[in-house]
């Protein structure tokens, strides 16, 4: 059984940064591609960020520029580094793995964006 789990949420004030890292129970290198993904209340789930195993990344509109995602292959986790935050990121992000035959989620972490 694959765990996902996210840390590196918070509160933070505009123009800010943020850290999400996403520990994966299994080699992050056995999966087709990570991403990440946030929901805010009353919305639904949405892409932010993916990274396949080869290493190209897919970004949401409203995200690039500002959000980067990596794979730290020492810590065996997959980053996502936030910078120039907007209280339109507030959120909670949920880490994603697809995996060969099944995908998985994490618990996600809520991210505050204070204006």
């Known amino acids: 059984q694959v765990q996902l789990v996210e840390s590196g949420g918070g509160l933070v004030q505009a123009g800010g940064s943020l850290r999400l890292s996403c520990a994966a129970s299994g080699s992050i290198g056995s999966f087709n591609a990570m991403g990440w993904y946030r929901q805010a209340p009353g919305k639904q789930r949405d892409l932010v960020a993916a990274?396949?195993?080869?290493?190209?990344?897919n970004y949401a509109d409203s995200v690039k520029g500002r959000f980067t995602i990596f794979r730290d292959g020492a810590k065996n986790t997959v980053d996502l580094q936030m910078n120039s935050l907007k209280p339109e990121d507030t959120a909670v992000y949920y880490c994603k793995a697809y995996g060969l035959r099944f995908d998985y989620w994490g618990q996600g972490t809520q991210v505050t964006v204070s204006s």
């Open positions: 990274i396949t195993s080869g290493g190209s990344t």
